[in-house]
């Protein structure tokens, strides 16, 4: 999706450069914040106390990644389904309405969430291979009829800013970043850690960046199951698309249902309820087609969540040298950690250029000096 993104609006190497750049600089946001994950071994919304406190990461940042990842859940569950009514209809002749597709899948997956996340790992197994396949079919398709000068030198219909495609293939990881602790918090080592986000997000993730952008010059189009259906494959092509799509998704719900129980202050044995009815509303989300909001959707994440990613490595990094013995969650919120990122969104939005950059230096200098001017600076604190 992202590589048919950027070819929509820059040329092919362009697009790939863009793209490139872009998941490089996430997949080392990633890396860096998944450390923290595994030294302390706890989810990204419990790391957040230190720097915001218990109340500002529990009423303030569960609500915020919690809406985040029903956004993606709704994206993925509309790509899933559109993906699942073109394989239908090519099967059976029965045209199957977009919209009940997309609730249909939106119920499996976050029932998955809630009782199979763990044999996800099996499913991954072969989807990822198959989609890869695919998209190497497809690109040669596009190559083989078209030939690859058509390709080289496609001329798109809108143009967009190279800074502009950095930022948002950024934004398809930047969220990522800021919870790449949920995961990581399992790994064995810091070493494991950065193997399973350099290793597992860049190489592929730029193949398929190029798969996708040299599809989307003949398909015309972001909607991935409008591509498998455009390169011939809407059968095989969509149980790629569906089982890929089916195992990413998951994860989102899974995490959503952390982000909530947080702010929930809700015990660990309601994570089950909790991740249902997040997936649940994820599903609403994906059938009112949020994705047609997903340029927006990008960019907006990177000038939000990366202030927050700043604070939390200089928290952690800086403020508390990367060791897991000085950290702590000090009750209410964080005044310090709030009016930092809140700067660095503020400057994110007035700025141009690689805009997330200034906004992560404000927030993290200004979170630093705070810190340092006013260490124990909480409102609305419970009384010890």
């Known amino acids: 999706m992202l590589g048919s993104i950027l070819i929509s609006g820059l040329g092919f190497s362009e697009a790939i450069w863009a793209g490139a750049l872009g998941t490089a600089i996430g997949t080392a946001v990633m890396t860096v914040t998944g450390m923290i994950g595994h030294d302390l071994g706890v989810p990204s919304v419990v790391i957040l106390r230190s720097s915001f406190g218990k109340a500002g990461s529990r009423f303030l940042f569960s609500l915020v990644l919690g809406i985040t990842l029903l956004s993606w859940f709704g994206i993925q569950a509309q790509v899933c389904g559109a993906a699942f009514a073109h394989m239908f209809e090519s099967i059976t002749g029965i045209a199957l309405p977009e919209l009940?597709?997309?609730?249909?899948?939106?119920?499996?997956?976050?029932?998955?969430?809630?009782?199979?996340?763990?044999?996800?790992?099996?499913?991954?197994?072969?989807?990822?291979?198959?989609?890869?396949?695919?998209?190497?079919?497809?690109?040669?398709?596009?190559?083989?009829?078209?030939?690859?000068?058509?390709?080289?030198?496609?001329?798109?219909?809108?143009?967009?800013?190279?800074?502009?495609?950095?930022?948002?293939?950024y934004g398809y990881l930047t969220f990522a970043g800021v919870v790449a602790a949920d995961f990581t918090r399992f790994q064995r080592s810091r070493k494991d850690t950065v193997l399973s986000t350099t290793i597992g997000i860049f190489p592929l993730g730029v193949i398929l960046l190029i798969l996708g952008s040299i599809m989307a010059t003949l398909a015309g189009t972001y909607d991935i199951a409008l591509i498998m259906v455009q390169i011939g494959l809407p059968i095989i092509g969509a149980v790629a698309l569906i089982l890929a799509t089916w195992t990413t998704n998951t994860t989102n719900a899974y995490s959503a249902g952390i982000d909530m129980v947080a702010l929930l202050d809700a015990k660990g044995d309601k994570r089950a309820a909790v991740t249902l009815v997040c997936g649940v509303i994820g599903t609403v989300l994906g059938a009112i087609g949020l994705m047609d909001y997903v340029s927006n959707i990008l960019s907006w994440s990177s000038y939000l969540f990366t202030p927050i990613i700043g604070v939390m490595i200089t928290d952690y990094f800086v403020l508390r040298k990367g060791r897991a013995e000085n950290w702590d969650q000090p009750e209410g919120f964080g005044v310090a950690a709030v009016v930092a990122c809140a700067a660095g969104s503020i400057v994110c939005f007035l700025t141009t250029g690689f805009s997330p950059l200034y906004g992560f230096l404000v927030a993290a200098v200004l979170y630093f000096g705070l810190k340092k001017a006013f260490p124990a600076l909480y409102v609305f604190a419970k009384k010890q």
């Open 100 to 169: 009940l597709s997309t609730i249909i899948w939106g119920v499996i997956m976050c029932v998955t969430a809630v009782y199979g996340v763990n044999a996800l790992k099996w499913l991954n197994y072969i989807a990822v291979p198959a989609l890869l396949i695919i998209s190497f079919y497809g690109a040669y398709v596009v190559v083989a009829e078209n030939g690859m000068d058509a390709v080289l030198h496609y001329a798109p219909e809108d143009s967009m800013k190279f800074i502009d495609g950095v930022i948002m293939a």
